[in-house]
């Protein structure tokens, strides 16, 4: 009866031992998991932060640098460090510009309980890739356009700074002096334009639109609207705001263009958006402004290729 009784302690031991080792192998791979979820976040979030400094040209160092300064911040931001960082990789090379990021991060989890059984831990690697795509379809519109031939041959000659977005009373076209009717509905004339350029309009404006274009020069709501846009930028006060040199994504001087064709001369087509920054206006309402890149994120797009490339107006996707 006692060898018996001894025999059951026995069993009873070596099965709680099983017990203990299995339940702390299960904590340390649920660390694993664990560690493996924070890595995949910050290689997004890195991912994420270098894919909106996209496109690059491949011959940009300073550039390059300054994304790679970006990655390490975001991974830095989520708990890790530039020792954990073991790929920052540009690619998609189009028209000698970068239009992809792949991040790779790395750590080791030292086990606690598989120690004992001769496991010391695992390395766990994550990685997330982001692409541009070419954005075909915006809201917060300002109510303004530039005509996709003479910007991209501004663009190629490296002259798409400080141009005229909106002509004042002694040029413009046919009566078109670069105001859009956004919505289309007629009646609303200065009145909506004003407000537009002003805050921004709130619906959707597709590649493909066609849309009406407002007559007249507009002066005095293009200064009103113009004015009260620019003013209310608060960034870098010293240097008197935003420009094309620095600024802030979200500042209200950085607006989406329309890229058109005409259709007769009372209507553009939409062929895609560009970013800009405003940079002035003159007392014959002609509003001057320069071409930046920006990149946004969540908005629907398309692949990017040679030619809108050149548009500068970019969200991020993140691929497998």
């Known amino acids: 009866m006692n060898r018996e009784s001894g025999q059951t302690v026995i069993i009873a031991v070596v099965a709680l031992v099983i017990v203990i080792v299995i339940a702390g192998l299960v904590i340390d791979f649920g660390m694993v998991h664990l560690k493996s979820s924070e890595l995949q976040n910050a290689a ?141 509905v007629k009646g609303g004339g200065a009145a909506d334009f004003e407000s537009w350029l002003t805050y921004g309009y709130n619906g959707y404006i597709n590649v493909g639109d066609v849309l009406p274009v407002e007559s007249g020069n507009m002066s005095g709501a293009t200064i009103d609207g113009f004015t009260s846009r620019y003013e209310s930028c608060t960034h870098f006060p010293d240097d008197g705001g935003c420009t094309a040199e620095h600024y802030v994504l979200d500042c209200p001087r950085v607006v989406i263009l329309i890229l058109y064709e005409m259709e007769g001369t009372k209507a553009v087509k939409v062929t895609g958006f560009v970013p800009f920054i405003l940079e002035g206006i003159n007392g014959t309402g002609e509003i001057i402004a320069s071409h930046i890149d920006v990149s946004v994120y969540d908005f629907d797009s398309v692949a990017v290729d040679e030619d809108t490339i050149e548009f500068g107006f970019f969200t991020p996707v993140m691929v497998d």
């Not at 830095?76 to 920052?88: C, F, L, M, P, Q």
């Not at 003479?150 to 490296?158: D, G, S």
Request: aromatic residues 8%; contains cysteine.
């Open 44 to 184: 997004d979030a890195a991912a994420y932060a270098g894919g909106y400094l996209l496109p690059i040209k491949t011959i940009d160092t300073t550039a390059i640098t300054e994304l790679n300064d970006k990655v390490t911040e975001y991974i830095t931001k989520n708990g890790y460090s530039a020792a954990d960082i073991s790929t920052v990789e540009l690619g998609d090379v189009i028209s000698g510009r970068y239009t992809s990021l792949r991040v790779v991060v790395d750590d080791y989890v030292s086990y606690t309980f598989g120690q004992t059984i001769g496991l010391d831990g695992k390395e766990v690697s994550k990685e997330a890739k982001i692409r541009i795509e070419t954005v075909t379809r915006c809201t917060d519109m300002v109510p303004l356009g530039t005509s996709a031939d003479a910007y991209l041959a501004a663009a190629a000659a490296n002259e798409a700074q400080n141009i005229i977005i909106k002509y004042g009373s002694s040029d413009g076209t046919i009566g078109f002096f670069g105001a859009i009717d956004l919505d289309g």
